[in-house]
């Protein structure tokens, strides 16, 4: 059971288990197995709040929340991709091209409010960059062989059905790694080399991304409870959007605490 519960201790954020992580373990492992389902709500909880991990100063706490944001802006950019991309969940073209189009505009919106900006020196150029080539280099290579692969000659009709599921999946799974790995560069890098927004930007830019969720979330739900069939894809996508938009309401209220930092 200690093995368990270690084990769970480890998903909390590192910054939370460097200040409570011995504390939050012990008392776990004397509870045994009835600390379990405690600690998982824990970690959950913990992760969809960063503004609550214990900081050295509000500017660590903004550049956290931004990051946050970064990773909600991220996922409903995939998820509304993977609605346009799929017959299925949006049976109507212009309502596909629009809804897409729309939650695309904001979620860019959503991110350059967000987005920490980078410190205008060489230093930080160099360690962006170094960030970024560690944590893009895969989903870029993956990603640019489906390109390669589809322009020389990977027919959608005339290859093989087994190679066309390897080359979709090669794709999306380039879009997620992608998706997954542009936040941790964030994470990655220190106060040296980004400056992390103001809490006026950071409520404006949460505000953005959760209107491009709850707008995107709704519109690809009713349709796909709607018109000739219930599409279980296009369900499953408008509750993740809806779902982002209840993380970004959270985000919201816990930038209620930080100070206003221009």
Known sequence: MSVV?????????????????????DEARGAGWKSWPNLTVGIVDMWLHPAHWPADSPAQRQRRV??????????????????AEQAGPL?????????????TTLLLLG????????????????????????????????????????????EADASPPSLRTAVLAAWWISLGLGAVQIPRIFTGVGADAVVPPGTGRLRVGVWTLAGASATGGATILGLSLAGDGF???GAGIGTGLLLLTAVCAGTLRDLRDLPSVP
């Open 91 to 103: 049976p109507a073209d212009g309502v596909r091209e629009q809804v897409t189009h729309g939650c």
């Open 111 to 154: 991110i350059a409010l967000v987005a920490p900006r980078p410190r205008p020196t060489l230093r930080a150029a160099i360690t962006l960059a170094g960030w970024a080539l560690r944590r893009l280099a895969v989903p870029a290579v993956l990603g640019a062989g489906v390109v390669a692969l589809v322009h020389g000659g990977v």
């Open 231 to 233: 599409h279980p894809l």
């Open 5 to 25: 519960t270690r084990s769970l201790v480890r998903l909390y954020p590192d910054a939370f288990r460097e200040r409570w992580g011995a504390m939050v373990e």
């Open 66 to 83: 931004a990051t946050m944001g970064i990773t909600v802006a991220l996922a409903a950019w995939f998820l509304s991709h993977l609605a």
